[in-house]
């Protein structure tokens, strides 16, 4: 299991709640959470914000199934985790490489494809909205005329497609639209 960062639409079904209780959902998984973006959280003050740490994080980490990884963290062989900072500090996306193909699981660096042609557009839940467009100005940089899925968390079918420079922004190209 993983997380890409811990905002509470990301969270959902690490635990589930049994005799009153929240419990891991996956005893069986391990689950990464980034350090640093568990650092960040478990400073926030208790309120309605929190309640989705307290229910979905934390029970995972008090029975010792949670790993807090660097935000480069190496999973397998084929899939790595890629530091992506600015909608939260320790967010993170998931890089895919295996036999010559590659792709990337962008999390909330993005929420929708028109941010390839307007990379300064920051959605109200980005923590750090200057580090968010900075990320992804340079994410769309190292993706851009290059074979790479990207595959974005919250946009609509379809949902993957390729970056594409377009004079100086880009554009995000699904099969449907490379026509
Ligand atoms: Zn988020």
């Known amino acids: 299991m993983l997380c890409t960062h811990l905002h509470v639409d990301h969270v959902g079904w690490n635990t589930m709640r049994v005799d009153g209780r929240w419990v891991p959902t996956f005893p069986n998984a391990r689950y990464l959470f980034g350090r640093s973006e568990w650092e960040h959280w478990s400073r926030e003050l208790p309120g309605p914000d929190r309640d989705a740490r307290d229910d979905s994080v934390r029970p995972v980490l008090d029975s010792g199934l949670a790993d807090l990884v660097a935000t480069n963290h190496r999973i397998t062989g084929e899939v790595s985790l890629q530091p992506t900072p600015g909608h939260t ?91």
């Open 89 to 179: 500090p320790g967010h993170v996306s998931v890089c895919i490489a295996s036999r010559g193909e590659a792709a990337v699981i962008t999390g909330d660096l993005m929420h929708h494809p028109v941010q390839c042609a307007e990379p300064d557009w920051a959605n109200r839940f980005d923590v750090d909205p200057h580090a968010a467009r900075r990320t992804r100005r340079a994410f769309l940089e190292r993706c851009s005329n290059r074979s790479v899925l990207v595959l974005g968390t919250h946009f609509a079918t379809p949902t993957g497609g390729h970056i594409v420079r377009d004079g100086a922004v880009w554009r995000f190209q699904t099969g449907s639209s490379s026509g």
